[in-house]
């Protein structure tokens, strides 16, 4: 068996390199057969998914809470005006979680690898266009003299929104990088990767659901 | 290891460890029943300074108990099972015995927490008394300085008090002109010592004007960090007259450990001259 | 183990240097890397306390490199440096990063972690950050001079605050965020391994208490590093790009204003703190673990109360999230808040009581044999009560007015966090080094070793309590200041003098660890006859650790002892039908 790359030896380790050996002791033994080993790994990438949520969703709490004392305690706070286009962008990151769940479910059905192509292509479309909306909402906040520095008010916007836009950009390049080695028809773990996507995706979507009503109704 | 040599040293090894451990704990007990001079507190200079010490005194004896037992414990188990080729008692435990010392704990533990509480809301949670003399403590890289607001009992605004819309480029810790309360307030500058009167009660209110210090004295038993962009409140009455030493506890910089100054309680006499003094120059 | 005929090898073996020893995948190579990082970074982190305690007993002696003395801004420079290396990357990576890494997967039976290119990843990230964080000694300025808390606004207004604090300290800021990813991902893979990669068999309740131990720190560590990210992103700010997140207006220094304004430095505090108390048990539970795991193996006698154990060592980690207010009793916040986190705190002391307990209620009754390990995870127990029992009084709201910030809080966390969490990782070394390298370190140079570092460390810091009761200020680089600190001149010295000898013990260990690895004695594949599945594989474990299989485990992780069995343990592994009678 070569290990040529990392992600090859990854896949060797995870997925057990053949028949794994041992397994008729101690009266039979219900997860023999590969099926398991593909559920035992469907589980393992879940939960690390899961379990980095969680550690990201810490993250944003804790510059959520500054926010809220932040404001509370100073006494030069100055609300800015929400640019426009952010509604704009929260629409298309809210088409995107419906297209990669889309995408996801088309792998249910046999032949479904092309009709999930697509979809997959779309919603990795609807990541770009919201990170790029999100940098014409700065150049607008820009324009009206916000940096920063100006306010306490306008650097929290910016931390917040570049926070979840760099974690919005690792997923659009792990939206990318199924979307290039879907083309190998023996990849064996297109589905695990597009559920464990699609859970991070739906995460980022509903987190910045939140981020944008703290930073328009709490502003 | 292995059964065949798992003998050898025990007796001597076991025996030692719990001599340790009985010598550690008889020291410890003894320093703190000696009290050598660079082991205890000063006497107290307020009431509820000593409060604090009786508290101290209640956790002392309790922590102490549970310290002596313990560590007397683990000398006896290890001198009493050193191993001399027999066999462990198999058990996984008794959870009546992890009932009781859970509970036991829980009660000692919470309740002495609770007790605690009474002289800090005697010094936190209370309003200071209305004919409290009101002094305003002010830390600053590496030195103390201290304002009193005069016969009118107001301390006049700084400036970027009175104009807090104004960009300032030099020092706005000045008290601004313009502001009758100030005309009367008498400032002891960056060293200086500052006085109280003994049995008349005081709240210091305290602030710094760059990094974050912290005013403690040894006798009041009190510590409060100067922060800045804040005004924290600290109240106490000295009852007895002397010259107690303030320090800064909170790590200010290159010069932390030489930010002292001292503090003089003295009778409304004394004071009143100390007053004259500082105000005549 | 059964047969290992026909196994098929899941895992290759990595051809050449490079991919074995460098750029490994292996579990068991990073845990190397991880230890191979601690213990550098702690005989760093060593030095820089014996120059600390070099200038607290002898204020003005002139040293090589320092022919004025240590100045103020060295002292604290070291002060800072030494805290930050011996937190994070001695008493983080060690016992978690380190044994958790080499030992997690084999103790639950797996072949390897969840995932080994993360796992890579993290050891080169921390190790990046061990790299940033020892910059600061070489840049402009030097080494950062405000304490591992980094309180702003000291830590946020840059070089006028002081020396150090300008890139020595955005270079502090710098590592310390790096640390945290690699912390995340570490944790990660610690809670995927330990949920899913479990072999047959081998029940929550049949876990060693080791991977309880370094799975309850995993989540600790998930939960409380993004919060310093979170943090360390926004204090960077405050110094590059002029946000005001924790600096209040109308600062003046040298007669400069500070063009910030609006800031809470009491908002630094909080963040850190929320992430600060919790790393405190990042550093000391998998000690715990371990404590609880060597007394139980050298006592010959199963765990008493393994249930409690979980039990207590979860609710530590769940309480140490909502006490992190008791270190900011003085600090401004609201006494009312003060109280609550009080009480929070003084019920911590629940659990770690149960502990204690159940460590005793071990031992009772056993068969105890005096191995190195077995002598450090004694000095554990005993530590931690002595240093358990300070916290007592500092939780109190009113008590903690007058000892905080004095030596009696710097006295407490060493002997709790910082010496008791040491033993642990040296119940570490000495339990598993068998396994790791093969051969046994010297029992005679252990004891000698474990002898003088515990007589030691109570010889530095029992003192160091009495001085903080007579009230001397932590991080004061000399007792000029104060006329009253003068009493406490000789104790300064005696605690060097215990420093130099405790100091000069660790040399015994280094040279048994280093000659051992090629000299020691052959060991056999379980000379501590203990149970758990790291000792039924070869020393050192093969590449796959299980040669492909999947070993099924067949009981809990303690069976000493067991009436009507011929030996006075079963291993976990071991079919029943295989367990020799009497």
């Known amino acids: 068996m070569p290990s040529a790359t990392i992600t090859e030896d990854l896949e060797i380790l995870n997925a057990g390199g053949g028949p794994p050996a041992n397994r008729g002791i101690d009266g039979g033994d219900s997860r023999g057969d590969s099926g398991s080993f593909y559920a035992r790994e469907r589980r393992m990438y879940l939960t690390g998914v899961s379990v980095a949520l969680a550690g990201i969703l810490m993250f944003f709490m804790a510059l959520a809470s500054s926010y809220i004392v932040r404001k509370g305690t100073g006494t030069d706070w100055q609300p800015i005006e929400m640019p426009g286009i952010l509604w704009v962008n929260t629409a298309v990151l809210v088409a995107s979680s419906i297209t990669v769940e889309v995408a996801r479910r088309k792998l249910a059905f046999a032949g479904g690898v092309s009709a999930f192509r697509n979809w997959w292509a779309i919603t990795t479309a609807l990541g770009v266009l919201f990170l790029g909306g999100q940098i014409v909402a700065w150049r607008v906040l820009a324009d009206q003299g916000l940096f920063l520095a100006t306010n306490p008010s306008s650097s929290f916007f910016y931390v917040l929104t570049a926070s979840h836009g760099a974690h919005l950009l690792v997923g659009v390049l792990a939206l990318l990088y199924v979307a290039v080695r879907t083309g190998q028809a023996a990849w064996r773990r297109r589905a695990i990767a597009a559920e464990g996507i699609a859970i991070y995706w739906h995460f980022l979507d509903g987190l910045w659901v939140f981020l944008l009503l703290l930073l328009n109704f709490g502003r | 290891m292995g059964s065949k040599k798992g003998n050898t040293g025990s007796a001597a090894t076991a025996t030692t460890l719990a001599l340790f451990l009985v010598a550690l704990t008889v020291f410890t007990v003894y320093i703190f029943v000696a009290k050598p001079i660079w082991s205890w507190f000063p006497p107290a200079i307020n009431e509820i300074g000593h409060e604090i010490d009786r508290q101290f005194m209640r956790t002392l004896v309790i922590t102490g108990v549970v310290f002596v037992l313990a560590q007397f414990g683990l000398a006896w188990v290890v001198f009493r099972y050193r191993t001399r080729g027999q066999r462990a008692t198999y058990s996984h435990g008794n959870n009546v015995m992890e009932v009781i010392w859970t509970l036991a704990t829980a009660i000692l533990f919470i309740g002495l927490g609770i007790y605690a509480q009474r002289a800090w809301a005697e010094v936190r949670l209370k309003p200071a008394p209305p004919d409290a003399m009101r002094i305003e403590v002010i830390g600053q890289q590496f030195k103390w300085s201290f304002r009193l607001p005069g016969p009118d009992g107001k301390f006049g605004k700084y400036k970027f008090e009175a104009h807090p819309e104004q960009e300032f480029t030099r020092d706005p810790w000045v008290v601004d002109a313009d502001d009758p309360d100030g005309k009367d307030d008498v400032i002891l500058g960056p060293g200086s010592v500052f006085a109280v009167v003994v049995d008349q009660p005081v709240e210091l209110l305290i602030r710094s004007k760059d990094v974050t210090h912290s005013f403690f004295v040894r006798e009041l038993r009190l510590k409060q960090d100067a922060v800045p962009g804040m005004t924290v409140p600290l109240q106490f009455t000295a009852t007895v007259p002397g010259e107690y030493q303030v320090v800064c506890a909170e790590l200010c910089g290159q010069g932390h450990h030489l930010m002292g100054t001292f503090m003089k309680v003295l009778s409304r006499e004394d004071y009143a001259a100390w007053l004259k003094d500082m105000t005549a120059e | ?582």
């Open chain 3, 1 to 582: 183990m059964t047969t290992h005929a026909g196994a098929v090898h899941a895992h290759e073996a990595p051809q050449g240097f490079i991919r074995k020893y460098i750029f490994s995948l292996d579990h068991k190579v990073i845990g190397k890397q991880y230890i191979s990082l601690a213990l550098f970074s702690a005989f760093v982190g060593m030095f820089l306390s014996l120059l600390m305690r070099m200038r607290l007993a002898w204020p003005t002696m002139k040293l090589p490199f320092f022919p004025d003395g240590i100045l103020p801004e060295q002292y604290l420079a070291m002060v800072t440096m030494h805290g930050t290396i011996m937190v994070f990357m001695v008493l983080t990576t060690a016992p978690q990063s380190g044994f958790g890494n080499y030992f997690l997967p084999i103790q639950i039976g797996a072949a390897d972690m969840a995932f080994p290119v993360l796992n890579m990843l993290s050891f080169w990230t921390t190790l990046l950050s061990l790299v940033v964080l020892m910059a600061a000694f070489f840049v402009s300025g030097g080494a950062p001079l405000g304490g591992w808390t980094v309180y702003t606004p000291l830590s946020a207004i840059g070089q006028i605050a002081g020396p150090g604090q300008g890139l020595g300290m955005t270079l502090w800021v710098i590592a310390i965020a790096i640390f945290c990813g690699a912390s995340l991902m570490g944790a990660i893979n610690f809670i995927a391994t330990t949920l899913d990669l479990r072999s047959r068999g081998m029940s929550l309740m049949r876990l060693p208490l080791t991977v309880w131990a370094w799975f309850i720190t995993a989540v600790i560590s998930l939960l409380a590093f993004g919060v310093l990210l979170a943090a360390g992103i926004l204090l960077l700010l405050d110094r590059t790009a002029g946000t005001s997140f924790f600096i209040p207006g109308n600062l003046v220094l040298t007669d400069k204003v500070i063009p910030h304004k609006g800031g809470s430095p009491i908002l630094w505090q909080h963040l850190f703190w929320f992430f600060g108390h919790p790393e405190v048990y990042i550093a000391i539970l998998p000690g715990m673990g371990l404590a609880s795991h060597v007394l139980s193996t050298f006592s010959r006698k199963p765990v008493f109360g393994y249930r409690a154990m979980v039990f207590a060592m979860s609710s530590i980690a769940f309480l140490g999230f909502i006490v992190w207010g008791h270190h900011m009793f003085v600090s401004g916040m609201s006494p009312y808040v003060g109280l609550a986190f009080s009480v929070l705190t003084m019920s911590i002391g629940v659990p770690s009581a149960i502990k204690t307990f159940n460590w005793l209620g071990t031992l009772w009754g056993g068969d105890i044999k005096f191995t190195t390990p077995m002598l450090f995870a004694l000095g554990f127990v005993s530590l931690f009560v002595s240093g358990g029992l300070s916290g007592l009084f500092l939780a109190q709201t009113s008590i903690d007015q007058y000892l905080h910030d004095t030596y009696f809080v710097v006295a407490h966390f060493h002997l709790i966090m910082g010496v008791a969490a040491i033993f642990g990782i040296f119940t570490g070394v000495y339990f598993w080094f068998p396994k790791m390298f093969g051969r046994m370190m010297s029992d005679t140079m252990g004891k000698l070793h474990f002898w003088l570092t515990f007589v030691g460390v109570y010889a530095i810091f029992m003192p160091m309590h009495f001085i903080g009761l007579a009230g001397h200020p932590r991080r004061y680089a000399d007792g000029s200041g104060a006329a009253y600190l003068a009493s406490m001149d000789p104790v300064h010295v005696f605690m060097s003098v215990a420093a130099f000898v405790t100091i000069a013990a660790q040399f015994i260990f280094l040279f048994n660890f280093l000659w051992s690895i090629w000299k020691g004695k052959k060991a056999d594949i379980n000379p501590w006859q203990a149970t758990t599945l790291e000792w039924g594989v070869p020393s050192p474990p093969p590449h796959d650790n299980f040669a492909g299989h999947e070993p099924p485990v067949h009981r809990g992780a303690y069976e000493f002892a067991v009436p009507g069995v011929a030996d006075d343990y079963i291993m976990q592994t071991t079919p029943p039908e295989k367990v020799a009678k009497a």
